[in-house]
């Protein structure tokens, strides 16, 4: 069945500096959809992408969905206390139907 | 609107002990699924429904029913609980014309 691979599964980063998250899936999605856990809470959708090659942009998130649409990547630049959280991509294979990756651990040290 | 709402938000259950955990939305979503999540292991589907009358397994269906009688209510059925089946289990809703899933709050379930 389809598969989601994410990385790294832990990332620890100083305030200000970046980070990104990496996606791959097993085969071709129809979308791409990223969400944020925060700590003892429970997913909240940041984005979905849909096309070819897409670049998004939420502030300081960038979200991207590779040519071949198997692969996608978000980027926060200049990280923020408040962006503390498990980060999750989730592909759609053409249904309703998504299948999360196991997420990144952000924490960021002010 | 409320959302997605779950009950009950934990729960402590013994061994061999049958429960229903609730999952009910206002908002009109065809949609619905039911994921455990568990550490290092991210979200895992169990159940998913397209629309009332309408259920299918996910990857982790073995110990678990559902059903979907009305558009609103999408309850999960634990029919002998195992320890195994200690998680945090989050019912999600979407729609064909909605971007994205909009989750409950949760379950934090033990079976001791």
Redesign the interface.
Known sequence: ?QQVM?IP?YQHVQEGEDFTTYCNSSTTLSNI?W?KQRPG?????L??LVKSGEVKKQKRLTFQFGEAKKNSSLHITATQTTDVGTY?C?GAGG?????????TKLTVNP | NAGVTQTPKFQVLKTGQSMTLQCAQDMNH??M?W?RQDP??????IH?S?GAGITDQ??VPNGYNVSRSTTEDFPLRLLSAAPSQTSVY?C?S?S?TV????????TRLTVV
């Open positions: 069945g994410q599964q959809q969400y809470g429970h997913p909240v959708f984005i979905q999750f989730a249904s309703e139907k998504l299948v999360f990756g196991k997420g | 065809e949609y699924s994921y290092g292991m991210g979200l895992r589907l998913y397209v996910g990857e989050f999600a979407s064909w971007k994205g899933y909009t989750f409950g709050s949760g």
